[in-house]
Every structure is written in C-alpha cells, then in structure tokens.
C-alpha cells in the first residue's frame, strides 16, 4: 500500500510539472520539445573533471528556448570540469562547466611572446588559474611586473594577444 502510495506521488509530481512546463509554453506561445540529452549519472562535485563515465542519455521534456542553455551532448561535457555541484539526472546548464585549468596560479609559468619572427620568452607566476583562452594576470619573475596574456597550452602564456 506504501509503495503504491509513493508511485503515485512520483507520477503526480511528474505530471504536475509537464503541465506546469505546457502551460507555461502556451503563455510565452513557445513550443514544447522533447529531445535526449546528456546529463549526470551520478553527482558530480565542484572542481571534479567530466567523464563519460559519470554521465547517460535521457529524454528531456521542456521549452526549446531553454535548450540553448544547456549542455546536451557529451563532447561538450567531457574533459570539463564542473564550476559547482551537477545534480544526477538534471540538465547541465552552460555556467556551471568549465575548461580544465592547464595554468595553476602559483606555478612557474612559461610567457611568450612573438613579434615579426622574433620570439621571446621568460618565466611568470601566474596570479590566478586558467584554461585554454582564459585571460590571466601573471608577475615577471624577473622584473616584478605584473603582465597581462591568454593560457594557450600547459603552462604556458601568450603575451601578444590579450584582446
């Protein structure tokens, strides 16, 4: 009777909130799609790295403009890391991953920079860390000052383009 009790529930809860998802739809005048996505097999904490291994496929019910706002295949997830606690079987928003560092503040650093064929380099400390593309203040470990580059590989960093 207690089993039969908790199935229901479960299926009035997952009901209500297909309702509450259609009804929603009908007064933005926005279509409801369903589509499988990824998301997490098994909660994923803050700073842990995404693999294939924690994540499954399952069918998701929702608005489609809210679909641009998550993860929904595994490429994109994979080799990231999450910016905070992923649920199990709850949809990835885009905010919440991120690249995986490949400069540790901190950590000698090697900065390049390359200008008309001439290529220099000297060694910095990074002063936060950073993944692929991530803009980063680092310190000359020669003169104390404090630069500006991108993270173009491990550990190392583009002065020449910092747009």
């Known amino acids: 009777m207690i089993r039969a009790k908790k199935i229901f529930l479960i299926y009035l809860f997952a009901s209500a909130s297909l309702l509450a998802t259609q009804a929603l739809a009908q007064k933005d005048k926005q279509e409801i799609t369903t589509k499988n996505i990824i998301v997490p097999a098994q909660v994923i904490y803050a700073g842990q790295e995404i693999n294939s291994a924690n994540l499954k496929e399952v069918s998701w019910t929702g608005i489609e403009s809210s679909l641009s706002t998550l993860v929904t295949d595994s490429p994109n997830l994979i080799?990231?890391?999450?910016?905070?606690?992923?649920?199990?079987g709850r949809p990835v928003p885009k905010d919440s991953i991120r690249s995986a560092f490949l400069v540790l503040q901190g950590q000698v650093?090697?900065?390049?920079?390359?200008?008309?064929?001439?290529?220099?380099?000297s060694y910095g400390i990074p002063l936060q860390s950073g993944g692929v593309g991530d803009t980063i203040d680092i310190r000359n470990t020669q003169t104390g000052l404090v630069v500006r580059g991108r993270v173009v590989a491990p550990n190392i960093v583009d002065l020449g383009d910092t747009q």
């Open 109 to 121: 650093t090697t900065m390049v920079i390359e200008d008309r064929g001439l290529k220099m380099s």
């Open 79 to 88: 080799g990231m890391v999450a910016k905070r606690t992923l649920v199990t």
